[in-house]
């Protein structure tokens, strides 16, 4: 069964730094790898999504990559701002649903 | 892509009461999901439904507490009956949309439905 672990549990930056979220992934066998945003209370807004084949994918400040060999991805986030504080969920997609992570909380101080 | 709404957006109930979850989609879709997601927890797939055939359940949820009804390609159900505290969640209905290419499906949520148990 697909486990997805994400590092780390709880982040605080000051505005404007940048930052990496890490996601981990134990079957390699994935079609693709979803990163989503999540605001307290609400449900999912899709951010990215990395096919297998390719090594990352843009969006805006958004900057998400994955290795899949070493079952691994990562979210960049550019010039981090106090709006883009939520919970980020990362999601293998197996051929069947999604599997997700317990999610970064991330807080952006102004 | 997929727009999803969902009935009600929160409740608060009493034990050994039942809830019914609408999902709606603004597209046919064949594949239904619906996730659960504890307080401080991720999403936790329940069950997939198809249209015209029985829902698909994981390890860990029965037909008995979460029915779930697919009547058309566009409209699914879910109810949580004879709830206790522990059912207390946000509710997600999820569909998928093809890429179109080797990335194979897209997930799209729904916004929830926040389930307190009293």
């Known amino acids: 069964k697909q486990e997805v672990t994400q590092i780390p549990a709880a982040l605080s930056v000051p505005e404007g730094e940048n930052l990496v979220l890490n996601c981990s992934f134990t079957d390699s066998a994935i079609y693709n790898l979803q990163w989503f945003r999540q605001d307290p209370g609400k449900g999912l807004t899709s951010l990215l999504l990395i096919q297998s084949s390719q090594r990352e994918q843009t969006s805006g400040r958004l900057n998400a990559s994955l290795d899949k060999s070493s079952g691994r991805s990562t979210l960049y986030i550019a010039a981090s701002q106090p709006g883009d504080s939520a919970t980020y969920l990362c999601?293998?997609?197996?051929?069947?649903?999604?599997?997700f992570g317990k999610g970064t909380s991330l807080l952006v101080t102004p | 892509s997929a727009v999803i709404s969902q009935k009600p957006s929160r409740d608060i109930c009493q034990r050994g009461t039942s809830l019914t979850i609408q999902c709606q989609v603004d597209s046919q879709v064949t594949m239904m999901f619906w996730y659960r997601q504890q307080p401080g927890q991720s999403l936790t797939l329940i069950a997939t439904a198809n249209q015209g055939s029985e829902a698909t359940y994981e390890s860990g949820f029965v037909i008995d507490k979460f029915p779930i009804s697919r009547p058309n390609l566009t409209f699914s159900t879910l109810t949580v009956s004879n709830m206790s505290p522990e059912d207390s969640s946000i509710y997600l209905c999820?569909?998928?949309?093809?890429?179109?290419?080797?990335?194979?499906?897209?997930?799209?949520f729904g916004p929830g439905t926040r389930l307190t148990v009293t």
């Open positions: 999601a293998a997609y197996s051929g069947y649903a999604l599997n």
């Open positions: 999820s569909v998928q949309g093809w890429t179109g290419g080797a990335a194979g499906y897209e997930q799209y």
